[in-house]
């Protein structure tokens, strides 16, 4: 689509935000605006292919929350990137990549990242990549610590963390003992915060989880070098993002996670550390909230990693034929992940949360050669029919899901480029979501490559 079409629900939503009028121009149907896109599950929708996909029509592409326990997967024919806290929009020329102050940043692993990037051909250059100076780094310790912390836990208390150190370099920054990324400049102050934040640590390490204490002198020694490399890229991202708004060009905002994974609604508290809902991008990006498109992506099934509650999963063949033909792995612990049928109430949950203005459904082509698909369209809980999640703690361990069920459909649909190459049952599929969320599903992703694509 080149434009928008006047009578759209976007056209309408947009004209009565009065955007359209300060801002006449499309591209590709896409405003020079702001959008933010996000997942509505338990993470690894396949963020990162649409996050690429739409780099097209951005100038600026930033992270605002969570860290390298993301895991985002761009394909483009025989190349393949898995980034973790690098911007999907990196493998696109003269775009400007943002990390913003919400994320969590191990340097090593941004190091290595930018390295493997090198390799690949992709220029790193401060030009294209730029990290806030008030983004907190996760040192040694926090990964020492979400280890211990979860090794000691048995059975259901497990919360399957990524142990990337994630929760406890989030607890340091709201007790305010974190270390931010513009400390690096400043190696008295840096190796002053360090031994002010590591009594405690030290303390929980040896006396509660047994292990051995951490030397605050091994760690300046080991983020001297991080830090050398780093420097370079701090910068002010609100800055460069009042400036490009200023210019009218447009800065896609590219979610970690899903919204069952946030911290305050998600499944707590099997969740991460973070909230993931579109609101955040504005406080983790340091700018304020303007989004014109707010872009959700759909699996068109449910997958899980780690622990907690997962009402529609399926763990008989069906599950196996998700898992299988969608090669579900967690893209950072190789884990491999659960399965189960799209979840409708969680679906709606994210509906309210984040205001969409459309739906990318991907992996689309998993389902097909099933015969019947089931869709959970509410649950029951207490005897009461439920079309939100109720709200007590880890409910959805106890709720029942209440099904529809439609026809499959057999073909490979991996070469299909237009809605109407789609098979009959897979159309039906698609307005059986876009009634039920009440949002149009403007891509349609058929495969992992960007060109696997209907849009
Ligand atoms: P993210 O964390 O949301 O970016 O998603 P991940 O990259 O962790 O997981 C999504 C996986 O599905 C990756 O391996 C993608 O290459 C792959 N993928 C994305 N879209 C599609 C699709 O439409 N069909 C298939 N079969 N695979 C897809
Ligand atoms: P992307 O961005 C899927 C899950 C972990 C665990 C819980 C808490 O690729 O979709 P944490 O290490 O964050 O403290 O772990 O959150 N988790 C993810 N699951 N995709 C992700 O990211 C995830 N990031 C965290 O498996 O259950
Ligand atoms: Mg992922």
Avoid at 147 to 165: F, P, Y
Avoid at 312 to 328: F, L, P, S, V
Avoid at 432 to 443: A, D, G, P, W, Y
Wanted: net charge neutral; proline share 5%; charged share 25%.
């Amino acid at each position: 689509m080149d434009s928008l079409d006047p009578g759209s629900t976007l056209h309408n939503l947009l004209s009565g935000h009065g955007v359209l009028m300060e801002r006449g121009c499309t591209q590709g149907g896409y405003f020079m605006s702001n959008m933010v896109v996000f997942g509505t599950q338990w993470g690894d929708e396949g963020k990162g292919k649409i996050v690429d996909l739409l780099t097209d029509h951005a100038q600026i592409i930033v992270r605002f929350q969570g860290g390298n326990n993301a895991g985002h997967t761009l394909v483009n024919k025989d190349r393949k990137f898995i980034l973790h806290l690098i911007p999907s929009g990196i493998l696109h020329p003269d775009k400007l990549c943002l990390i913003g102050n919400g994320v969590v940043l191990d340097p090593e692993v941004l190091c290595r990242e930018m390295d493997t990037l090198i390799q690949g051909g992709i220029e790193i250059s401060p030009a294209r990549l730029g990290i806030s100076k008030k983004t907190h780094l996760i040192m040694p310790y926090h990964k020492e610590l979400d280890l211990a912390r979860e090794s000691a836990k048995s059975g259901q208390d497990k919360i399957g963390t990524t142990c990337k150190g994630i929760g406890p370099c989030y607890e340091d920054k709201m007790a305010r003992i974190g270390i931010r990324a513009g400390d690096m400049q400043d190696l008295d102050l840096l190796r002053a915060k360090i031994a002010r934040a590591l009594p405690e640590k030290n303390m929980l390490l040896q006396n509660l989880y047994k292990s051995s204490p951490v030397n605050p002198e091994q760690v300046m020694e080991y983020i001297l070098p991080l830090a050398k490399k780093l420097v370079p890229f701090l910068t002010d991202v609100s800055h460069k993002i009042q400036t490009a708004r200023e210019k009218s060009q447009t800065v896609m905002f590219e979610g970690a996670q899903g919204v069952q994974l946030d911290i305050d609604h998600g499944t707590y508290p099997f969740v991460t550390s973070s909230n993931t809902v579109t609101g955040n991008a504005s406080a983790g990006a340091g700018c304020s909230y303007q989004m014109q498109q707010v872009i959700v992506v759909v699996k068109a099934y449910t997958t899980r990693v780690g622990q907690g509650p997962f009402p529609t999963e399926q763990d008989n063949r069906h599950g196996e034929h998700m898992q299988t033909k969608g090669a579900e792995y967690g893209s950072t612990t190789g884990r491999k992940r659960r399965c189960g049928w799209l979840d409708m109430v969680i679906l709606r949950e994210a509906v309210r949360l984040c205001g969409p203005t459309e739906i990318a459904l991907t992996k689309l082509d998993v389902l097909s050669g099933l015969e019947r698909i089931k869709v959970c369209s509410a649950y029951e809980y207490q005897g009461k029919k439920f079309l939100y999640p109720p709200q007590e703690e880890n409910a959805l361990a106890r709720v029942k899901p209440l099904y529809d069920e439609l026809d499959g459909w057999q073909e490979d649909i991996g070469n299909c480029r237009r809605r109407e190459d789609l098979p009959e049952n897979a159309v039906r599929y698609i307005q059986h979501i876009e009634k039920m969320l009440n949002t149009s599903v403007r891509i349609v992703s058929v495969g992992p490559d960007r060109e696997q694509t209907i849009r």
